[in-house]
């Protein structure tokens, strides 16, 4: 499957060498099987070729990814908020914040003992919403707390979570995701 998917992506890379999102794909793949190197090098030509708001977005997201693989915490924050930047010259502020809510930042943050700066990055795009699109932040909130154990804060954070299914109706929307954070955060399940 891996191989499949690179000899496409090698052809489209020498049919559009300069084409940014062949090398983002690329660097996708390297770093899914675990060729860190290839991926910065991929990753590196697509921050050089990178010229729009959309180009530099899939950049740093990409380093997002790296730095995540490599558990470099500092430089995966820098590339955060690139691409926070970025999404800001050509997103609507709703999509910025459910994008960047499932930033790479906020699930390494506890490993990294970050989680401080994690949940204040997150308050920030919370205040940059009203309600009930604030809440998307609380899905990465809950998953911080009960990374760290803190059970009682991921429940009052699942209140959040509970206004975004609220909003967004039951089922199809529900996902995995919700169901597995109220099985942990409420006891269900």
């Keep these: 499957q891996f191989d499949e998917a690179r000899e496409e992506l090698e052809?489209?890379?020498?049919?559009a060498p300069n084409e940014p999102d062949v090398l983002n794909r690329m660097a996708r793949l390297d770093l899914r099987q675990g060729h860190y190197e290839d991926a910065a090098q991929r990753v590196e030509q697509m921050n050089s070729l990178a010229r729009t708001p959309q180009?530099?977005?899939a950049a740093?997201?990409?380093?997002?990814?790296?730095?995540?693989?490599?558990?470099?915490?500092g430089r995966l924050a820098d590339a955060y908020r690139r691409r926070l930047e970025a999404a800001a010259e050509h997103?609507?502020?709703?999509?910025?914040?459910?994008?960047m809510a499932n930033s790479e930042i906020f699930i390494y943050s506890v490993d990294a003992g970050r989680e401080g700066y994690a949940l204040s990055q997150?308050?920030?795009?919370?205040r940059t919403v009203q309600e009930p699109w604030s809440s998307t932040t609380d899905f990465a909130a809950v998953r911080i707390y009960l990374d760290l154990g803190d059970v009682e804060s991921a429940r009052e954070s699942f209140g959040g979570v509970q206004t975004v299914i609220d909003a967004l109706g039951a089922s199809p929307n529900r996902t995995a995701l919700t169901t597995w954070i109220e099985g942990r955060a409420l006891g269900r399940g």
């Design 91 to 99: 997103l609507p502020q709703i999509q910025i914040v459910g994008q």
């Design 122 to 126: 997150l308050d920030s795009l919370r």
């Design 60 to 73: 740093a997201g990409a380093e997002e990814s790296l730095y995540y693989g490599l558990g470099q915490f």
């Design 55 to 57: 180009q530099r977005y």
């Design 11 to 15: 052809r489209a890379r020498v049919a």
